[in-house]
């Protein structure tokens, strides 16, 4: 295959980023914007167009050897759709592929972001050497892949290991997908800020109204993980609750798939031990004794 550089493409119900890559993975470049989904994808594929050519005004086109998207699921890797994510609820059967195509005329491939970074994981990161792993990213939303024999699992059209959609409380909240008690409904950043609201609504002191002035509209996963920190003891609470979820999906996942690792990513595992700990916590509880 000829061309020195990648492109790769992230896009998530928050931002989206662009990145300018040699063949041996070295980032020459990178950015990131606001997804904004509620503009409707027509605003945002122009956008992404406009960083791409950006990231790439460096170098030749013709030394590009394609462009590599990730993008929040469920999608058609083999068409290059994007279908119905909600995390993007804009943005529904988006030919992505086709339109990049269209505009840069060189190969473009397109995966779940999730499936991506498991096979990231397993080629270069926390799961090089394994045969089986499963990875979990927490973040705006809750995503997964799977890796088997080696392989990344594939569904007949749609990607697979939507974790986030697995049933953890049957009558949990409806999930930004209309299901109810799904993982992502009572896990995901998006959760977690959502239920550290809720309790400080519901008359529970916190020391995540001082972090954003009163002004609940502005808590984030990362106040309340930032609160937790602190000792504050409601924000703690949204944590265990949210760890306890993982773990519980967690289970469930090893007993299928009896993985060699479990790797949890994205931008809630920056909350550390904090997140890990209640999953440690739920898998010795309740997972088989040749499971743990």
């Known amino acids: 295959m000829n061309g020195l ?11 989206f980023r662009v990145a300018l890559a040699d063949r041996e993975g070295r980032l020459l470049a990178r950015s990131a914007e606001p997804t904004r989904p509620q503009e409707g994808p027509g605003s945002g594929i122009q956008r992404l167009k406009d960083a791409i050519r950006k990231i790439a005004s460096s170098v ?49 491939w397109m995966e779940n972001d999730a499936d991506l970074a498991a096979l990231g994981e397993h080629r270069f990161g926390a799961g090089r050497g394994c045969d089986r792993l499963i990875y979990i990213t927490v973040s705006t939303g809750i995503g997964g892949g799977i ?21 953890v409380n049957p009558d949990g909240p409806v999930c930004n997908c209309g299901g109810r008690g799904h993982l992502e409904a009572v ?32 808590v984030t996963a990362e106040t309340v993980v930032e609160a937790a920190g602190q000792g504050d003891v409601t924000a703690q609470a949204v944590m265990q609750k949210a760890g306890t979820s993982l773990g519980i999906a967690v289970v469930s996942l090893i007993h299928i798939f009896d993985p060699e690792v ?27 004794p040749d499971f743990k």
């Open 60 to 108: 030749s086109f013709k030394e590009i050897i394609g462009i590599a998207v990730g993008a929040a699921g469920p999608v058609n890797p083999q068409k290059g759709v994007i279908l119905t994510p909600p995390s993007l609820p804009t943005w529904r059967d988006v030919p992505l592929k086709e339109q990049l195509e269209e505009e840069f005329q060189i190969p473009i």
């Open 5 to 15: 550089f990648v492109i790769a493409v992230d896009i998530g119900g928050t931002s």
């Open 147 to 167: 890796i088997i024999n080696g392989q990344l699992l594939r569904g007949s059209s749609v990607s697979v290991a939507e974790i986030g959609h697995m049933v």
């Open 262 to 288: 479990v790797i949890i990513g994205g931008g809630v595992s920056n909350a550390g031990e904090l997140i890990l700990n209640p999953i440690r916590e739920v898998i010795t509880q309740r997972a088989m």
């Open 187 to 218: 896990a995901s950043g998006t959760a977690i800020a959502r239920m550290a609201v809720e309790r400080i609504s519901q008359g529970q002191s916190s020391a995540i109204s001082r972090l954003v002035r009163g002004d609940l509209s502005m």
